[in-house]
């Protein structure tokens, strides 16, 4: 079973908190799959990991099936896929099917004080029982 590390949503837009997490755990040389179910939202990350800093640089690709395997560090997904190999699965939007999340050593996802927050914390409390 995935370690899962909640982090609380600061700003009703993911994006800005996806992208620091995701510029941190390159820092720290993680390799990273991206759980970005909805196709607008995905490109919305993809172009705002260019941007979101002045200096930041967050390597990734926007990653679809044809593309196979790759080696790059960040790969935001919208299917159930693991195509750089990596340990940690960051959720930047929808919940992701628990079984495929499971695959992964470490789970983070962003979430909120709202019914929303409440549902995610469930959802992860449930998975790890049901893994257990």
Known sequence: MARIELHVLKIPKRAKQVAELLDQLHRQGARVVVWVADE????????????FEKLAFVPH???SQPLGEVD??????GEAANPNRA????????????????????????????????????????LGRDSA
């Open 40 to 51: 607008g939202r995905r490109q919305i990350l993809d172009d705002y990991l260019w941007t």
């Open 61 to 63: 690709i926007l990653w």
């Open 72 to 77: 790059d560090p960040i790969v935001l997904v």
């Open 87 to 126: 340990s940690m699965l960051v959720v930047g939007d929808d919940l992701p099917d628990g079984s495929w999340a499971a695959t992964f050593d470490v789970v983070h996802d962003l979430v909120g004080a709202d019914e929303d927050g409440a549902a995610r914390r469930e959802f992860w409390d449930r």
